[in-house]
């Protein structure tokens, strides 16, 4: 079955348009034939792993030198997960366009640099995120360029994420998608897509934003579903489509096969998910390595990652341009301080400790550098994550070059109190402990910027601050 | 296009019936500005109290943003967006 993109169930809002079909889908399906499909899948792969890989021995009746493949588990995801991702439209030009009414219609880019977010208006030109500000000049002069409110913008995505989890016990969040569980919620709100087509619709009358939804079995078909019908679209998936959904598609739309992967496989004359298909876990896996293995379930729509809300992040970074080029050591120790001061503060509020720290530079002339080091034990406290950052930063900026940007990322998460405690430096610790969080205690009543230490203090009088801190350029903020 | 820090607190005729803020008018410098439109609300709740922002567009067609910081029930006019 082709991807069921579905006008809006009765009663929804006209916002909610018809889900346009994605135009290069098959037909659907009959039931039961995916079985068959499959087992033709199976055969092929066996003839393609035969000859390159080494495949299971042959085992019960087979005779000596049969190939015996194993029986592969069906091609369907599980068809009792009901997984809702939600991702905002154009979510800073959006906001952008929301805040001054005069701005709508028009094309807008948020971005300092390069374009950060743009209207589906500057996307008529062809302006697409990551492009350089001068050249989204060029195609297209009339753009109303900003550089961003990234405050607002979080107090807007929460809100919307808030919205999510009254439909969804597990909401897993990022800067502007989330994905919501919606497994065994059918007797509280009905089928998913009209749930869905209900959050979409208080989600408009909170914020005024659009969002495009996807509802499927699993992450990957919810989020590729979706993708087909935006801006402000409805789509499901179900499991028995799955196959059919991704075998015309390119290779580089399969969650985690990136720039560099495709270019790998389109080297091998491999362009679509379902001619992915013909080639072996282990060849993948050797292609790849471990992620391999996942691309080789994920190509056949089985994608058994969780939604939770992550108690552990991955990474947190705190980056921000200059206001201007500099080569200033007091001005870059100073920003660095700082931003490992909010990334610190942000660390004890997630109720985390950070093994490693790793300092990325950017240069005037865009060349890039960054390098991590490991903490002798996990931390939470300012003076080791600066001193950590400080001793990285000198290694690092070595060229006589002014720095555009300067960045900090905190990784290697353990909870905090999970760690083994120095044995004579316990009540030491106890106390520096109390301190920071009294320092966080002050800086939630009263701004970031109300403390600040060190040689953060040469920011004071220079940058400036609002209830949250200093005003910085291009402030990044990455979970 | 671009916003103008303005960072002043000013007096602001409000409505909250119902629970909701709703920002009548406002003066700054002697004058009183009618909103003739909320273009947006949104709140942060990040300060131990939340503070409540409002982009408002007035009677002359500029557009502000007013802030009420839910601790002290101080309204601020943080910025004005301009035409450039």
């Known amino acids: 079955m082709r991807s069921r993109p579905l006008a809006a169930p009765d009663g929804a809002h006209p916002a909610l348009r018809p889900s346009r079909a994605n135009p290069t889908a098959p037909a659907p399906a009959v039931k039961g034939a995916a079985s068959g499909r499959e087992s033709e899948e199976s055969r092929s792969g066996a003839e393609a792993g035969a000859g390159t890989a080494g495949m299971p021995e042959a085992s019960g009746s087979a005779r000596p030198g049969d190939v015996c493949v194993a029986p592969e588990p069906p091609l369907l995801a599980s068809p009792e997960r009901v997984v809702l991702h939600v991702d905002i439209d154009a979510f800073f030009a959006a906001i952008e366009q929301r805040l001054d009414p005069r701005l709508a219609g028009r094309p807008v880019i948020v971005g300092a640099g390069v374009i950060a977010s743009c209207s589906y208006e500057a996307r008529r030109f062809g302006l697409r995120a990551g492009m350089r500000l001068s050249e989204a000049r060029q195609r297209c002069p009339e753009v109303v360029i900003l550089a961003g409110h990234a405050q607002t913008y979080r107090c807007f995505a929460e809100n919307i994420f808030g919205l999510c989890r009254t439909f969804s016990p597990a909401v897993e969040t990022y800067l502007d998608e989330a994905y919501c569980d919606l497994t065994g919620t059918a007797r509280l709100h009905g089928d998913a897509l009209g749930a869905a087509a209900r959050l979409k619709r208080e989600i408009l009358g909170a914020t005024g934003l659009t969002v495009t939804c996807g509802v499927g079995p699993n992450r990957m078909l919810a989020k590729l579903i ?17 196959e059919e959904f991704l075998t015309s598609r390119a290779v580089d739309q399969l969650a985690g096969v990136g720039h560099a992967h495709a270019r790998t496989l389109r080297s091998m004359n491999v362009h679509t998910i379902g001619e992915m298909r013909a080639l072996p876990a282990d060849v993948l896996a050797a292609l790849f390595g471990a992620p391999g ?11 058994t990652a969780p939604v939770h809300e992550r108690e552990i992040p991955v990474s947190i970074s705190r980056e921000t341009s200059f206001h201007r080029d500099t080569a200033e050591r007091a001005e870059i120790d100073g920003m660095l301080e700082y931003l490992a001061s909010r990334a610190c503060r942000t660390m004890r509020e997630l109720g985390v400790v950070a093994r490693t720290v790793a300092v990325r530079l950017r240069y005037s002339d865009n060349e890039g550098a960054e390098r991590e080091r490991t903490l002798p034990a996990a931390d939470d406290a300012d003076p080791a994550v600066i001193e950590a950052a400080r001793a990285l930063l000198g290694a690092l900026f070595t060229r006589r070059v002014a720095l555009h940007a300067v960045g900090l990322v905190l990784s290697n998460f353990v909870p905090a109190g999970a760690t083994q405690g120095a044995l004579f430096e316990e009540r030491e610790a106890g106390r520096r402990a109390a301190l920071y969080r009294a320092f966080d205690r002050v800086r939630g009543a009263y701004g970031h910027g109300v403390l600040v230490s060190g040689r953060a203090l040469h920011l004071k009088g220079r940058l400036e601050e609002d209830a949250h801190g200093f005003r910085l350029r291009t402030p990044s903020l990455t979970k | 296009m671009r916003s103008e820090l303005l960072d002043e607190a000013v007096t602001v005729r409000a409505d909250f019936q119902g629970g909701v803020v709703t920002p009548l008018a406002f003066r700054r410098r002697g004058r009183e500005h009618r909103v003739v439109r909320v273009n947006a609300r949104w709140i942060d709740r990040v300060p131990r109290h939340p503070h409540f922002f409002f982009s408002v567009t007035d009677e002359s067609g500029d557009t502000y943003q007013l802030q009420l910081q839910g601790g002290d029930l101080l309204w601020w006019l943080d910025a004005v967006m301009l035409e450039t």
């Open chain 1, 293 to 303: 293995r996942l691309l080789y379930e994920r190509c056949r729509g089985r994608d």
């Open chain 1, 226 to 242: 979706g993708k087909t019908v935006k801006p402000d679209g409805l789509a499901e998936i179900a499991a028995s489509e799955a």
